[in-house]
């Protein structure tokens, strides 16, 4: 074998685990997002329904979920010592937050079509209101494994480059 096939064998492992570390990183932040979500939703905004309800409730977990992620990150994921560094400076968290930022515009998008094109519609069909509350809540699940990727993929080429 040549070096070069060699070289992406051993790569490919490392990306798997550093992915597989990520998507626990991800879980956790995905719990505290969630949290904060339905807390805002169900129990501040008593559950009500509006597109200003829907964005705040979403940016509020989104925010609490991406500062965990970033500390979990620095943490768990991104652990070379040339990671690190570049994760430690200025640019680095700017960039972070610009990637989270684009994910929090696919966060809002993709809630408020989940919520108010995909469920409130449902097709012409009638839906009862047990349904609609639990939608929300697997619209939110989708949205997030989505986000989830784009994060990932998103912070390994801008900010955390090998």
Same mark, same amino acid.
């Given at each position: 074998m040549n070096n070069c096939t060699d070289k992406k064998t051993e790569d490919k492992p490392s /990306?798997?685990? $550093?992915?597989?570390r990520?998507?626990?990183?991800? #879980?956790? %932040?995905f719990v505290v997002?969630? #949290?904060v979500f339905w807390v805002f939703r169900d129990l501040i905004f008593g559950g009500k329904d509006s597109t200003a309800i829907i964005i705040v409730s979403t940016t509020a977990g989104f925010i609490a979920g991406i500062i965990v992620n970033y500390l979990l990150s620095m943490k768990i994921v991104f652990t070379t010592d040339k990671q690190q560094q570049q994760g430690r400076n200025l640019g680095a968290l700017i960039t972070f937050a610009v990637v989270g930022l684009v994910?929090? #515009?696919?966060? @809002?998008?993709l809630q408020w079509l989940g $919520?108010?094109?995909?469920? %409130?519609? @449902?097709? #012409? /069909?009638?839906?009862?209101e047990l349904f609609f509350n639990q939608g929300k809540? /697997? /619209?939110r699940c989708f949205v997030s494994g989505v986000v989830l990727v784009w994060n990932y993929v998103g912070r390994k080429i801008f900010v955390f480059k090998d």
């Open positions: /990306v798997i685990k $550093e992915f597989l990520y998507v626990l990183v991800g #879980g956790i %932040a997002d969630f #949290g994910g929090l #515009g696919l966060t @809002n998008l $919520e108010s094109k995909l469920l %409130a519609t @449902n097709l #012409g /069909v009638k839906i009862d809540l /697997v /619209v």
